[in-house]
């Protein structure tokens, strides 16, 4: 699944994201969401969402689904 619907992500999920600085590069880190800062439904770029180690990216792919 890609990250791109809200509703496919809560807290608790394992997921790939992409941060900030690994934009250009495509580089994955995987982690499990602690807060999801995207308020809308619907991201193209996928949702930003805060990792429970800190980091905060855009989710790739949803590994565990909850």
Do not use: C, Y
């Not at 995207?38 to 770029?45: D, E, I, K, Q």
């Not at 949702?47 to 590994?63: A, S, Y």
């Amino acid at each position: 699944m890609n990250g791109q619907n809200r509703k496919d992500i809560t807290a608790g999920t394992e997921v790939n994201i992409v941060l900030k600085a690994d934009q250009r590069t495509g580089k994955l880190t995987r982690g499990v969401v602690k807060d999801i800062l995207t308020n809308s439904s619907f991201h193209p770029h996928g949702i930003k969402v805060r990792l429970t180690d800190g980091q905060v990216g855009r989710v790739q792919e949803i590994i565990n689904p909850k």
